[in-house]
């Protein structure tokens, strides 16, 4: 199975690599727009093509890994180049798989997925809708979960909930971005060197997060097995919630929700 990149950037660099150690290099192809993305992405060992309709013309998956608003012209360039029976995956907030298809036209095959940037070190979480009008045989099935595996995790939702999928994962690793240096100022604060503070608060985050994937435990619950009675951390958590943290959250979330509908096609 041949499968191409149509971008090389922050998100779609990690899913060249997972598409190289899922198909091998030989059978991966991309394109990219700057000399330094071309370097990078062929290190990875894939084949680097010179126009978005080759790349269409020779791959049975086509990975659209490219900002919303360049979707119109890139589909313009591979309509009427892709493989009868070609699977095209999208990533983009707001784009439809309805919009993809009509673009393209012809019996392709089309899945959504929203991704996001800490597949870079293979920890992505990616939402990923099957277009239920075409029919996936049990080997595309099996090879694209791969592929999702490859750089990370991966859910399989209803492309009614993928507008959802943007504060659950898509944006929402930029939300802990902002926890994680919070955190380390007001430890650089109380003293601790700035580097420190880092790894600190960004192993704490990393180990919090293991602890709910792996135990099963209900978050609320592990919270509580750290609070001491009068101790320091519920201190913390009165501070939290004296300062509106959980609605601050919710209300980020509820932002981004309200944007990529606003962006839909």
Do not use: W
């Not at 994962?169 to 007001?186: C, L, R, T």
């Not at 420190?196 to 435990?217: C, D, F, I, S």
């Not at 978050?219 to 959980?246: H, M, Q, S, W, Y």
Request: net charge negative.
């Amino acid at each position: 199975m041949k499968i191409g990149v149509i971008g090389a950037g922050n998100m779609g660099y990690p899913m060249l690599c997972g598409a190289v150690k899922t198909f091998g290099g030989e059978n991966v192809c991309f394109t990219c727009m700057g000399e330094a993305e071309k370097a990078r992405a062929t290190a990875t060992g894939a084949v680097y093509r010179p126009d978005n309709a080759e790349l269409a013309t020779a791959s049975d998956i086509v990975v659209l890994a490219i900002k919303p608003y360049v979707y119109d012209t890139v589909l313009a360039e591979i309509q009427g180049k892709l493989k009868e029976g070609a699977i095209v995956i999208t990533v983009a907030a707001g784009i439809t798989i309805s919009y993809i298809k009509e673009a393209l036209g012809g019996q392709i095959k089309v899945v959504r997925v929203m991704p996001n940037t800490p597949a870079m070190v293979g920890e992505g979480m990616s939402a990923v809708t099957f277009d239920e009008a075409a029919v996936f045989t049990a080997e595309e099935r099996s090879a694209i979960g791969s592929f999702f595996d490859s750089f990370g995790s991966y859910v399989e939702l209803p492309e009614s909930l993928q507008d959802a999928a943007i504060p659950a994962s898509g944006s929402s690793s930029a939300f802990v971005y902002v926890f994680i240096e919070a955190m380390a100022d007001a430890a650089v604060l109380c003293g601790i060197p700035r580097e420190t503070a880092y790894k600190m608060t960004a192993q704490t985050v990393l180990g919090a997060a293991k602890m709910v994937l792996e135990t099963g435990e209900h978050p609320g619950k592990l919270k509580d097995n750290v609070c001491t009675p009068g101790g320091t951390t519920i201190a913390g958590i009165r501070a939290l919630e004296e300062n509106g943290f959980r609605s601050a959250v919710m209300e980020a979330c509820i932002a981004t929700f309200d944007k990529v509908k606003s962006m839909k096609k």
